[in-house]
């Protein structure tokens, strides 16, 4: 599967690190560098790395206001948060939606309708077992050579806290 896109089913997320633009064409990140002070970031468009500049306050990268969904961070605390473009006041801006997750919980975003469309049907297909709906998913999407990383949330969040721990 080349499109990005995230999967939720309890404690465990599915996910592509590397970033796919619309053209086709991969941006191979390593996903140690998910890892930030503001969280472990999974990337859903090109500009995802463009939210963490934002949480810096650096609202001019190029980019930022282009398209609307950017990308998932888990917090520190364990919280899942979706940043993506909207309207705030006649405005567009970043906004924040908490993300739902843990036992009997599944959660599934894509960069595109068409993925998140064949991700529900595979998981309602495979009764949310991941594993088996991403083997069924990946032979109706189109084909990549990005690794899918399968990752326990509570073992990110831990990472993250040893990595970046919160002061006070």
């Known amino acids: 599967m080349n499109e990005n896109f995230v999967v939720t089913n309890g404690n465990e997320i599915a996910f592509i690190s590397d970033i796919y633009r619309p053209n086709g064409l991969r941006t191979q990140i390593n996903p140690d560098a998910l890892y930030s002070k503001h969280g ?6 090109p500009c995802a790395f463009n939210l963490l500049a ?15 969904l950017r990308g998932w ?44 469309e064949t991700l ?3 998981m309602d297909f495979h009764e949310n077992d991941i594993r088996k709906a991403l083997m069924l998913a990946s032979d109706t999407l189109r084909e990549g050579p990005a690794p ?4 326990s949330i509570p073992a990110i969040v831990e990472e993250l ?3 970046f721990p919160q002061k006070g």
């Open 54 to 68: 934002y949480l810096d306050g650096d609202d001019s990268s190029e980019g930022l206001l282009e398209g609307a």
């Open 40 to 45: 472990f970031l999974v990337p859903l468009s």
């Open 148 to 151: 899918i990383h399968i990752m």
């Open 161 to 163: 806290n040893k990595r």
């Open 120 to 122: 529900f049907a595979s």
């Open 73 to 116: 961070l888990i917090t520190h605390s364990g919280r899942i948060e979706e940043w993506s473009i909207g309207d705030k006041n006649g405005k567009r801006s970043m906004l924040k939606r908490l993300v739902p997750w843990g036992q009997g919980i599944v959660g599934i975003r894509g960069a595109y309708v068409e993925t998140e």
